[in-house]
């Protein structure tokens, strides 16, 4: 959380601001691996290959209409935290963002086999979806649905805001999250299922598997669309669920 600090704005000074960012020689190196933000300054900024995985809540312009506001909060607040105790468990994840309803998170892409990191994180939110459907069914609440997005592809890293006010925060631009994002919109909207992901991360995927099927073998193709579609849950976390429905069915 930034805290304002109420300095007054000075058009004159705005200026020198301005000139001063849009004259500057700004470095932007290119690294393997995703720097620590710790590096930043407001004079550089870094490319790198990453995996962005971007999850949010389908229709939920609607959802205050659908329930109460403290029942609402419960449900973001449930749903928020435990995204992110599934994304920052894994070790690739080097950054994680809360926008709204929306959560998404940067992984590391140095090897073909990093793309496990991302892919084991989708699927275990899509599981815990159901976990918190059934909490909220057990309390005769409405389910939720989600969508769930990833993408390859490269990114640049800079910090911004306001120099001297303690107010910044690092931005990542370029492709990758917003195509993420994209591949996001498109589950269970335009398709029916419930993670989405790009070309370059059904690529990365070949070769893997569980003790059963390929990775790739549970996606779909859009020929249309340009991506692959599936619907994909974690065993051992579906497991747990079955078990405490059966002991307590909804």
Known sequence: MKVTNHIQFNIEESYERIEEIIDSSSTFDELEKIPNSDILT?????????????????????????YQKRILAKIYRAYISEIVAIFQSSQN?????????????????????????????????????????????????????????????????????????????????GHVVNQASKMCSKARKEVNSGLVIDNKTYEDLEGYHNNIDTYQSFFAQNYLGGYYHGTVIRIDMQNWLNQKKQHSPC
């Open 93 to 173: 994840c080097k950054e994680i963002n809360i926008v709204g309803d929306s959560v998404w998170a940067i992984f590391e892409a140095q090897e073909k086999k990093d793309v496990l990191e991302v892919f084991h994180a989708a699927y275990a939110s899509e599981s815990l979806i159901n976990n918190l459907n059934y909490k909220l069914c057990k309390k005769g609440i409405s389910e939720i649905k989600t969508g769930i997005g990833i993408c390859k592809g490269n990114a640049l890293m800079i910090k911004a805001g306001f120099k001297g006010s303690g107010i910044n925060d690092v931005v990542y631009m």
């Open 42 to 66: 407001y004079n550089n900024g870094y490319y790198f290959n990453c995996y962005s995985i971007f999850i949010d809540v389908r229709d939920s312009s609607n959802l205050p209409n659908k």
